[in-house]
């Protein structure tokens, strides 16, 4: 079959994107012919990618010129992938702004309607040229409520069903009512909408009324490749950062990625050498993903567990507040840390707005914080942005898994992988997260006293208490639950059964999501 998928960012780094190089590599798997359209300018180093299609520079929608493949690499089977990307210039249209190599970031609020319209028409002439190329595609899947869809609906590819990721609409559409009529109209010619969880179907329904979404929204989870997070045999966790840590720094130099490898080095080398275990966080480092709070837990984590490590994975616009925090909370500098929730949000760049979980914290600390905070002085790692087959290698070499998000997630991608590397994955119980403790929860009982953390103001010492049970336990139980977390992620998601589902879903047929 052949399949089209619209996706206008990068084919690494973070959730969107590794979603869709997974789907385009188990599609291919599956024997299908993949057509993809993104922005990756290093798609051709992808040993998945077998050619990749470019346009002359556009000078607009009605001027997009000829579209010329270069063959890659023969497919290894039946499948293939070839990468296109449109010639849409140097203007990025995001949902949160972040360093784009190549690219001028842009928040979508901020861009006039003439950069949309030039923005949506350039993919729409490429489509059409894509379609055109292979002779019309059998199945389309855009990506996010905008603008992938309104991409498809006015290229006229048919059928096309639409996966809702969660950022687009809780960062843009949601406050902006101004993007509402573009995702409708994608929406309202897709065939159906996959969704990673109820919690984002809800609000879904709830930002565009009235389209019938209730009717084609279906369950379309991201996936889990369950070789690559799959858990570790005891003694193998030291050498498996060691190998991580030696391909960096041992590979070219390159800006290409944008991050610093001498941290990077530098993080895993730490993280390798714990006297204790070994705790990670991967993610944007920013306020909604609650890695304050992770912060502020440490000391009485590392209280607990003497020689234990925490390792920060990701980037982001918070990454210098959290910086700030860490060396507060590690000098055992209570002032400093609690101007520094003071002033919250405004260290990412925005409004002076206090952090409620952190600032209910500091303001009635337990006893002896401060000592345990300088205790854990130098214990805590960033290792700046990770290739998502890098984090593959750390991820099962690690003990237990934070992610705090205060902000709604469509699907906790990271804890089912975590899950699948047989590391318990400590989640703020709410939105898609929940969903995804509460499928383990119900499969491995023994978890359900550590694997979800209410939001509120006990979070931070909550969080430290329910880290400090998992690894209070014995090494042999924690691998027995191990693996039998990493069995249920291995039943509930694998990239195999997600491409099914996406197939299913461009034809309308989803498994429908309870309205209840």
Known sequence: MKILIFHGYLLRGTGSNIYNASLASALAGLGHEVHLLCQDKEAENLDWVNAVGTWPDSAGPDSIGELSVEELRAPQGKGSVTVYRPPIGKLLPVYVEDPYEGFEARAFPRLTDEEIDFYIGTNVAAAQAVDRRVGGVEAALANHLIMGPVILARSGIRPYAVKNHGSDLEYTIKPNPRFIPWATEGVESAAAVLVGSHHTAASMWEALPGLGLEEK??????????????????????????????????????????????????????????????????????????????????????????????????????????????????????????????????????????????????????????????????????????????????????DSMIVPSTFPEAFGMVAAEAAASGVLPVCAEHSGLAEVTATLAEEVPAVKPMIGLPLGPGAVAELGGKVNRWLALEEPERRLIGKNIAESADRNWSWQGVARDVISASAGEVRRVDQA
């Not at 610093?260 to 050498?273: G, I």
């Not at 920013?286 to 209280?303: E, F, N, R």
């Not at 707005?353 to 805590?380: C, H, M, Q, R, V």
Request: zero cysteines; proline letters at 7%; hydrophobic letters at 45%.
């Open 217 to 398: 929204t279906g369950f379309g989870p991201p996936g889990v490749d369950t070789e690559a997070f799959a858990p570790l045999a005891p003694g193998e966790h030291e050498a498996r950062i060691a190998e991580l840590r030696e391909q960096i720094e041992n590979a070219p130099p390159s800006d290409d990625f944008g991050r610093d490898e001498d941290e990077a080095v530098a993080s895993l080398a730490e993280f390798e050498a714990a006297e204790g275990p070994r705790v990670i966080f991967v993610g944007k480092l920013i306020v909604s993903k609650g890695v304050d709070l992770i912060v502020a837990a440490w000391p009485l984590i590392h209280q607990a567990n003497p020689g234990a490590r925490l390792l920060l994975v990701g980037f982001g616009a918070y990454e210098m507040g959290l910086r700030a925090l860490v060396t507060a909370a590690t000098d055992g500098d209570i002032d400093s840390a609690r101007d520094i929730a003071r002033v919250g949000w405004a260290l990412e760049g925005g409004e002076e707005k206090p952090l409620e979980y952190l600032t209910a914290f500091f303001n009635d600390l337990p006893e002896g914080y401060a000592e345990a905070g300088i205790a854990a002085a130098g214990s805590i790692s960033f290792a700046g942005r990770l290739e998502h087959s890098e984090v593959a290698r750390v991820v099962p070499a690690s």
